[in-house]
């Protein structure tokens, strides 16, 4: 769990430095992964996080289809001192982990866990109502796919 975290906070930071808009969705893409781990490792619970993950991607695919429009030529340049700070930083914020007392944060993790058990939510009486969202979402993506209607082509017009 601390290394997910110590890698968390190498993107934040890395973040900061770069320059051209897909390395920085990328980091982005790469960060909105860690943070649905994260999640669904604390709450015991991963449909959150996977319906997190997929409404970030849908917000990040509109935006990478807008900045292929816009910065479709451009070289993405890696500078050396960057790649350095990469490789050397979570080594430093793995060794002030040590240094620092964290292991009192992750007992109360643990501890807060048995308290969130929601898999309630899969049985008897919410399963039906479950089941009916997955419905409701597969005839959603139906009307979906009908609306676009692929014989006309794509739906950006020239």
């Known amino acids: 769990m601390s290394l997910i975290i110590t890698l968390n906070m190498t993107l934040m930071i ?20 860690i943070i649905s781990i994260i999640t669904s490792m604390m709450n015991n619970l991963s449909w959150f996080s ?3 993950f997929l409404i970030f991607i849908g917000g990040m ?5 807008y900045m292929i429009n816009v910065a479709s030529n451009e070289i993405i ?6 790649f350095l700070f990469t490789l050397i930083m979570p080594v ?9 007392n964290m292991n009192n944060y992750e007992n ?5 866990k048995l308290n969130l ?7 008897f009486p919410n399963m039906i109502i479950m089941i009916m969202l997955i419905f409701y979402l597969l005839l959603t993506l139906i009307a979906c796919v009908k609306i676009i209607n692929l014989k006309y082509g794509p739906m950006r017009s020239k």
């Open 92 to 100: 430093c914020m793995y060794m002030i982990k040590y240094m620092i």
């Open 117 to 123: 058990l929601l898999n309630k939510y899969y049985e």
């Open 14 to 33: 890395m973040f900061m430095f770069l320059k051209h808009p897909l390395s920085m969705g990328m980091a982005l893409l790469i960060q909105t992964l």
């Open 50 to 52: 996977y319906v997190l």
């Open 77 to 82: 340049n890696i500078s050396k001192k960057m």
């Open 61 to 65: 695919l509109i935006l990478f289809m």
């Open 108 to 112: 109360l993790i643990y501890i807060f």
